[in-house]
């Protein structure tokens, strides 16, 4: 077990615990990284770092999700099915009405190919 640091592309120095384990499948060593925390770069010590709620209201606090929030998700999903099933029905028609245009085509063509001796 090794902690080893890596800065990202913003410049933060963060430290991971790294842990190489024995891959019998393949026959090869393997490593794990587990995130330990920030860096402080003056004193070397490590801040541990938490993850960030990804909804927050204006004041920065954790939003939590309502049930309108679901309600108008399920509306918009729901109105965008029925769209998509009005496009697919369309489609489904004009592919009824093109097959048996083909159909008709295709008649005409074994006409003319015994007509003109070809067929």
């Given amino acids: 077990m090794a902690i080893v640091k890596y800065r990202n592309q913003s410049g933060t120095l963060y430290a991971y615990e790294q842990i190489s384990e024995w891959d019998p499948v393949r026959r090869q060593s393997r490593s794990k990284r587990k995130l330990l925390g ?14 960030k709620q990804k ?3 204006d004041d920065g606090a954790p939003r939590e999700k309502t049930r309108s929030d679901f309600e108008a998700l399920y509306k918009d999903a729901a109105a965008r099915v029925m769209e998509l099933e009005r496009s697919l029905a369309d489609v489904s028609s004009e592919n009824l009405l093109l097959r048996e ?9 074994e006409e003319i190919h015994k007509m003109t001796g070809n067929g």
């Fill in 101 to 109: 245009e083909n159909r008709r085509a295709r008649k005409l063509l």
């Fill in 55 to 57: 909804t927050k209201t």
């Fill in 38 to 51: 920030r860096v402080d770069e003056e004193t070397g010590e490590i801040i541990k770092t938490t993850r």
